[in-house]
C-alpha cells in the first residue's frame, strides 16, 4: 500500500508549550519544520493552572521573551489579570504571574504557529523513532507515514502512556479526555532508551455561579501591567482585568481527607508514578502538615468565555464523593458544582541526565527532548526548554555549536543543568532557590543578559536589537551622569533632604550617592536633580537597582567569577574515566553515567566531592 | 581579575639560621611593603627604585621595629612571576619570618597558595610547555595525597567546630530560601532579629577559633614524632637534648588524650611534634606499661619514628619487638649511649632495619649534630612530606575565617538597613563557602591554585 512521504528538517513531537516553542524556533531559524499534535484544538493548551509565571517562573517567561521565544508575547494577548509578585521582597524575588484566558491563549498559539513560515502543524499520532546506527532519521505516525528529518525534538508532555485517576477510577486518557500516545513508549524503549513514570495531578473545575464570592477575600490585578515581552509597553497591553479569590481549608476539610485517605489512589497503591513534591495535592499536604488548620485556596477564572473556576491548592485524586465533600466544606464553596474533576495523571518520562546539556541525546545524533518529558514540571519550565531544544536542534544542523546558558546567565540554565546533571527523582519545578546568582537573574533584567545571544541566533530582529541597544545604552549613560553629578551641602539640599526624611549631608555627594540611601530613589531626588531628561519607566528602574543594591551586585559578580572558572573546563566527551586514577568509585560511576561537559557541571553531580574534581583536573592536565 | 592580586608567601626552606625571604608578587606588592618598610637612608622608597636594586631598612609593625631587611625590587616581567616582585630579606627564624609574613597579608596581601608562584610563572609565559609538563607529572605522582589532604587537613575539634557553625549558616540559607519559594508554610515576620542574634553569636565563635588558630597554629604543624625504645635506652635524655637544643619552643601543650604529651620544637628549621607518652619520665617503660598495640597506635599517627637503642645493652626480646614494628615507616636509628662501652653491632642494625642510624650520646651530646643532619636530609629530599606547605595552608585557613567574619558583619549590615531578607543569603552563603573551603568540603576559589598546591611553596 503506497504510503505518505515527506521530508523535512526538523520533526517536533508534541505542540504543547515545549513544542511550540521548540517547532517556531526552528522554523523562524529557516528550518523546514513539522509539529505533530494528537488534537489541533490542544496546541499550547493549559490541562492544569490558568495562568503564566509566578515565582521564578516568571523569569522563565521573560528570558524566553528576551531570546526571541514566543511564550511571553501570547500571555500578553490572552491575560486577563496580570500581577508582579513578591514586591515587599527584594527585586531578585520579583515575579510577574499572568491569568490567562485558556482557550485565548491556545488559540492565539496555533495561530502564530499556522502563520509562521517554513512550518507545518500537523495532527497526528507519532508512533515510532527512526534511526539509522545511532543516528536520527525521522519518525512514524500511527496512520502510516513516514516523514524524514535531520533533528527530532520528542516534546510529548504528559501524554506517553498518559492515564488519568481518581478514586477506584481510571481512564486510559491524557488529560482533559485527549487521547494519549500510547506507541511511541515502545519505540523508544527499543532504541535503549529508559524511560521512567511520573505522575502530576490537576484540581477540580467549579461552576462560577455555584461559588459565594462575599465569603472570600478578593485579589485584583496590578493597577501598573508589566508586560511579558520586552517588545510591548504598557499601553500596548492595558485591558480590564479579571479577579481571582482566595479562601481556606478548616478542620472538617482536612478530617474529610483524612478519613478518606484510604481511598486515594496514591495510599492505595494504584497510581506508581512519582509526584512534585513542590505542587503537592491538597491530601498530601493534609498528611504532610498535621499542624496547620488551614491552607491557602485560590478561586482562579479559567477564561472570559466560560464558567469554569479553577481551585488553586487543592489538587487532588480522590473519589468523586470525596471530592464534593472536601470542596463543600471551604467558605464560599459550599453549594460548589464540579464542572471537572480533580484526577492525578501518570505518564512516561525520561530521566535527562542522558541529554547533554543542549537537550541532545548522548546515545543519539539529532534526537533532541524537552519539557515534561524530560522530567520538568510547568508549561514555564517546558517551554524554556522547547526553546533551548529548537535552537539547538537547527543549530547543528547547520553546523553550528549548541548555545548553552550557563547558571550565571539565566534562570533557564539552572533548569537545564539541574535536569541533566542532578537525577530528579519527581517532577522538577523551577524555584527562585535554585539560582545561585539570582541578584544577578532578575525578571527586570532578562533583556539585558539575554537579548545579546537571541540575536546571535537570530531570533531577535534588527528592529528590536536596536532598540535594545539604545535602551542599554541610556541605562549606562543615566549611570554615568548620576555619578558626575555632585551636590553640595548646601541650604536647598539640606531642606530638601529634610522634607524627604533623610540626613543632611556632610560633605558634598554625588546624586547617585543619594540614591543609593535606602530612603531616597531616583524618583524622590528628581527636585534637586534639575537637568535630567525624561526617562521610560524600565530605565529608572534598571538606574535604582544598579545603584541601590551595587555591593551585592558586585560581590555576587565575584561569587560568579569563581563559578566560571570551572564552567569555562570542557571536558572532552570521549574521556574514559577508568583512565582516571584515584577517583573514588562512586564518583567514577556518577561520571560515567552523566559524562558532564564540563569540569563545573562534574563538580554540581551529587556523589562528585572537590577531592574528585582535583583529581579530574589533574588528569585534564588543566 | 584574581590574577591581578598580590600574593605573598615565604620563600625560603625552614632554615633557623641564615637568611630568610618573603616573596611578595603582584601589581601592589612594592606599594605593601614600602608601607612596613623604613629605608635606613632617609627619604628612599621601594616605589622609586628601579628593577633589581635593594635598599636596606626595617620592617616595622607600626611603631614597632621587627626586622632588620633588605628589600629586593624586581619589575615586571623581569621577575619569576613576571610581575612585579618584592623579596624581603630578613634575619630568618621561623618564628619572625611569620611575623612578617602576617604583617604583609594584614597591609593588603593575599596568602599564596602552594604553589601560586609558579602558578604565575606559568600564566606569565616565564615556564615552557615542557617546564609545565614535568610540572605536571610531578603532580600526578602525588595526587592521591594530594586530593585526601585537603579534607584531613584539619582533624579534631576544630574541625567539628567549623562543621556546626556551617550547619547553622546552611540552615537559616535553607529557611530563607524556602520561604521565598513556599511564603505560605514559611513566615519570615522577624527572622531578621533571630537570625541577627545568631550571626553576632557566631561571628563571636569565629572570632574564637581565630585566636586559636593562632596559638595552636605550630601544633598542628610539625611533624608527628615518636620516639620508640626499651626501658632506659635513653629516651628521656633524647628528649631532653631535642627540647635543650631547640631554639624556639613554641607551645607545649598536653594533647588530645590525656595520656601523651606533646612537645613542639623547631630543629634546624623543622618543626617537629615530638609525641610521647605522659609516662615517660616515670620508670615504667612505655613498652611494658601500655603494651605493643598502643605503640602500635601512636606509630599509627607518625611520620618519622626515632628508634632509640641502647648501645651499652645487648638487643633483646623488647628490641626485636620494636624492629617488626618498624617496616616500611619512616624511621632513624639512634644507637645511644657512645658515652659508655659499646656492646650492640651497628652494621647487624644497619642491614636489619635499613635506616639511617646515627650514634649519639643524649647524655653527653655528641652526635646529636649528626642526628640533626639525617633529620635535615629526610626533610629536605622530600621523605618526609610534611613541609612550609602545611605551615601556609594554615595561614591561608586564617584568613578564611577573616573573610567568613567580613561576611557575617556584611550580614549584620544589611539587617540593619532592613534589607529584603533575599539579599541575606547572599552573605550567608559567600560564609558557608569560606568555612567549606577551609575543611575542604567546598570548591576554593581557583581550583588551578589547588592543583598548583600540589607542590612546594619557595619554588
Redesign the interface.
Known amino acids: 500500500m503506497p504510503q505518505i512521504e515527506e521530508t523535512y528538517d526538523v520533526v517536533v513531537v508534541g505542540a504543547g508549550h515545549a513544542g511550540c516553542e521548540a517547532a517556531l524556533a526552528a522554523a523562524r531559524m529557516g528550518l523546514e519544520t513539522i509539529i505533530f499534535t494528537v488534537s489541533m484544538d490542544s496546541v499550547a493548551m493549559m490541562p492544569c493552572n490558568p495562568n503564566v509565571g509566578g515565582?521564578?517562573k516568571g523569569h522563565l517567561v521573560r528570558e524566553i521573551d528576551a531570546l526571541g521565544g514566543e511564550m511571553g508575547k501570547n500571555i500578553d494577548k490572552t491575560y486577563i489579570q496580570s500581577k508582579m509578585l513578591?514586591e515587599?521582597?527584594?527585586p531578585?524575588?520579583h515575579s510577574l504571574r499572568a491569568q490567562a484566558d485558556k482557550a485565548e491563549y491556545s488559540r492565539a498559539m496555533r495561530m502564530v504557529l499556522q502563520q509562521t513560515d517554513h512550518l507545518t502543524l500537523r495532527q497526528a499520532e507519532v508512533s515510532g523513532i527512526m534511526a539509522e546506527g545511532s543516528t536520527v532519521t525521522g519518525v512514524k505516525t500511527f496512520s502510516g507515514g513516514t516523514y524524514y528529518a535531520k533533528a527530532v525534538i520528542l516534546c510529548t508532555g504528559v501524554y506517553l502512556k498518559a492515564r488519568c485517576i481518581h478514586g477506584d477510577v481510571s481512564y486510559p486518557t491524557g488529560p482533559n479526555g485527549l487521547q494519549a500516545a500510547n506507541h511511541l513508549t515502545e519505540s523508544l524503549v527499543n532504541l535503549g532508551i529508559p524511560v521512567r513514570r511520573f505522575k502530576t495531578g490537576t484540581p477540580a473545575r467549579i461552576d462560577k455561579r455555584s461559588i459565594d464570592f462575599s465569603k472570600m477575600e478578593e485579589q485584583k490585578g496590578d493597577e501598573r501591567i508589566v508586560p511579558f515581552s520586552f517588545t510591548n509597553t504598557e499601553e500596548d497591553i492595558k485591558r480590564d482585568q479579571v479577579s481571582c479569590w482566595l479562601t481556606y481549608t478548616n478542620e472538617t476539610t482536612h478530617s474529610i481527607i483524612r478519613s478518606n485517605i484510604d481511598r486515594s489512589p496514591l495510599f492505595s497503591g494504584a497510581i506508581e508514578g512519582t509526584g512534585p513534591r513542590?505542587c503537592p495535592s491538597i491530601e498530601d499536604k493534609v498528611m504532610k502538615?498535621p499542624d496547620?488548620d488551614r491552607?491557602?485556596v485560590f478561586i482562579e477564572p479559567e477564561g472570559e468565555y466560560t464558567n469554569e473556576m479553577y481551585v488553586g491548592g487543592m489538587s487532588s485524586s480522590l473519589p468523586e464523593d470525596v471530592q464534593y465533600a472536601m470542596y463543600r466544606s471551604v467558605p464560599g464553596l459550599e453549594h460548589a458544582k464540579i464542572v471537572r474533576n480533580a484526577y492525578a495523571i501518570e505518564y512516561d518520562c525520561i530521566d535527562a541526565t542522558q541529554l547533554k546539556p543542549s537537550l541532545e541525546f548522548r546515545q543519539f545524533d539529532g534526537l533532541f527532548a524537552a519539557g515534561q518529558f524530560n522530567g520538568s514540571s510547568g508549561y514555564e519550565e517546558a517551554a524554556a526548554q522547547g526553546f533551548m531544544a529548537g535552537v539547538n536542534a537547527a543549530r547543528k544542523i547547520q553546523g553550528k555549536e549548541p548555545v548553552i546558558l550557563d547558571r550565571s546567565q539565566a534562570y533557564i540554565g539552572v533548569l537545564i543543568d539541574d535536569l541533566v546533571t542532578k537525577k530528579t527523582m519527581e517532577p522538577y519545578r523551577m524555584?527562585?532557590?535554585r539560582a545561585?546568582y539570582?541578584?544577578l537573574l532578575r525578571q527586570d533584567n532578562a533583556d539585558l543578559r539575554l537579548t545579546d545571544i537571541g540575536y546571535e541566533i537570530g531570533l531577535i530582529d534588527e528592529e528590536r536589537y536596536a532598540k535594545f541597544n539604545a535602551k542599554r545604552s541610556t541605562i549606562e549613560s543615566e549611570l554615568q551622569r548620576l555619578e558626575s553629578i555632585t551636590v553640595g551641602a548646601n541650604k536647598e539640599i539640606q531642606q530638601f533632604l529634610e522634607r524627604v526624611g533623610s540626613t543632611p549631608l556632610k560633605t558634598a555627594a554625588t546624586l547617585a550617592d543619594l540614591i543609593r540611601r535606602?530612603e531616597l530613589s531616583y524618583e524622590l531626588i528628581a527636585p534637586i536633580d534639575k537637568h535630567r531628561q525624561e526617562l521610560p519607566a524600565d530605565v529608572i528602574e534598571q538606574v535604582n537597582i544598579n545603584l541601590k543594591?551595587e555591593g551585592?551586585i558586585k560581590?555576587?559578580q565575584q561569587?560568579v567569577?569563581?563559578f566560571k572558572?570551572?564552567e569555562k573546563?570542557m571536558i572532552p566527551s570521549d574521556i574514559d574515566y577508568d583512565d582516571v586514577?584515584?577517583l573514588r568509585k562512586e564518583a567514577r560511576q556518577k561520571l560515567k553515567a552523566i559524562r558532564p561537559a564540563s569540569?563545573g557541571q562534574a563538580?554540581r553531580i551529587s556523589g562528585v566531592s572537590?577531592?574528585?574534581?582535583?583529581?579530574l583536573?589533574?588528569?585534564l592536565?588543566? | 581579575m584574581f590574577q591581578k592580586d598580590t600574593i605573598a608567601a615565604i620563600a625560603t626552606g625552614m632554615t633557623n639560621a641564615g637568611i630568610g625571604i618573603i616573596r611578595v608578587s603582584g601589581a601592589e606588592s612594592i606599594q605593601i611593603v614600602d608601607s612596613i618598610f623604613h629605608a635606613k637612608q632617609a627619604g628612599k622608597t621601594l616605589v622609586d627604585l628601579p628593577g633589581y636594586s635593594a635598599l636596606f631598612g626595617n620592617i616595622c609593625d607600626g611603631d614597632c621595629v621587627l626586622d632588620e631587611a633588605i628589600c629586593l625590587v624586581m619589575r615586571a616581567p623581569n621577575s619569576y612571576t613576571t610581575e612585579d616582585v618584592v623579596e624581603i630579606q630578613c634575619h630568618g627564624g621561623i618564628v619572625m619570618l611569620r611575623r612578617i609574613l602576617e604583617l604583609v597579608i594584614r597591609s593588603g596581601a593575599r596568602a599564596a597558595e602552594p604553589g601560586e608562584f609558579t602558578k604565575r610563572a606559568f600564566l606569565g609565559g616565564r615556564i615552557d610547555i615542557t617546564q609545565a609538563e614535568s610540572v605536571m607529572d610531578m603532580i600526578h605522582a602525588k595526587n592521591e595525597l594530594a586530593a585526601r589532604s585537603s579534607a584531613t587537613q584539619l582533624q579534631g575539634k576544630l574541625s567539628e567546630k567549623i562543621k556546626a557553625l556551617r550547619a547553622m549558616i546552611l540552615n537559616h540559607i535553607a529557611y530563607i530560601e524556602s520561604a521565598l519559594d513556599d511564603p505560605e508554610n514559611y513566615s519570615l515576620e522577624g527572622y531578621s532579629e533571630e537570625l541577627k542574634l545568631q550571626v553576632e553569636e557566631t561571628i563571636n565563635q569565629v572570632k574564637a577559633l581565630l585566636s586559636t588558630a593562632e596559638e595552636g597554629k605550630m601544633i598542628k604543624e610539625g611533624i608527628r614524632t615518636v620516639i620508640l625504645g626499651k626501658p632506659n635506652a635513653g629516651k628521656s635524655s633524647l628528649l631532653n637534648q631535642l627540647l635543650g637544643e631547640e631554639r624556639a619552643i613554641v607551645t607545649e601543650v598536653a594533647g588530645t588524650t590525656r595520656d601523651t604529651l606533646e612537645e613542639d620544637v623547631v630543629i634546624q628549621g623543622i618543626p617537629l611534634k615530638i609525641i610521647d607518652t605522659a609516662g615517660i619520665h616515670d620508670t615504667v617503660d612505655i613498652v611494658e606499661k601500655i603494651g605493643v598495640d598502643k605503640a602500635k597506635n601512636s606509630m599509627e599517627e607518625a611520620d618519622l619514628i626515632l628508634y632509640v637503642v641502647d648501645g651499652a645493652r645487648p638487643l633483646d626480646d623488647d628490641d626485636m619487638q620494636i624492629m617488626s614494628l618498624l617496616k616500611d615507616r619512616k624511621v632513624i636509628t639512634i644507637i645511644n649511649k657512645i658515652d659508655m662501652e659499646q656492646v650492640v653491632d651497628k652494621e647487624w642494625i644497619t642491614s636489619k632495619l635499613h635506616t639511617s642510624v646515627v650514634e649519639i650520646s643524649a647524655k653527653t651530646g655528641d652526635g646529636v649534630q649528626d642526628l640533626y643532619e639525617c633529620l635535615k636530609n629526610l626533610f629536605f629530599h622530600g621523605k618526609l612530606t610534611m613541609n612550609d606547605e602545611v605551615y601556609i595552608t594554615n595561614l591561608r585557613h586564617k584568613q578564611g575565617l577573616m573573610e567568613t567574619i567580613e561576611s557575617l558583619q556584611r550580614v549584620l549590615d544589611s539587617i540593619e538597613q532592613q534589607m529584603p531578607e533575599d539579599f541575606l543569603t547572599i552573605d550567608l552563603m559567600a560564609a558557608y563557602e569560606q568555612l567549606g573551603y577551609i575543611l575542604g568540603e567546598s570548591l576554593g576559589d581557583d581550583l588551578a591554585n589547588e592543583i598548583f598546591s600540589k607542590f612546594c611553596m619557595g619554588k
Open positions: 515565582s521564578s513578591n515587599s521582597k527584594g531578585a524575588v513542590y502538615f496547620k491552607h491557602q524555584m527562585t532557590s545561585e539570582r541578584l535606602p543594591y551585592y560581590r555576587q561569587q567569577e569563581h572558572k570551572l573546563k586514577h584515584n569540569v563538580s572537590p577531592a574528585d574534581i582535583s583529581v583536573l589533574i588528569y592536565g588543566m
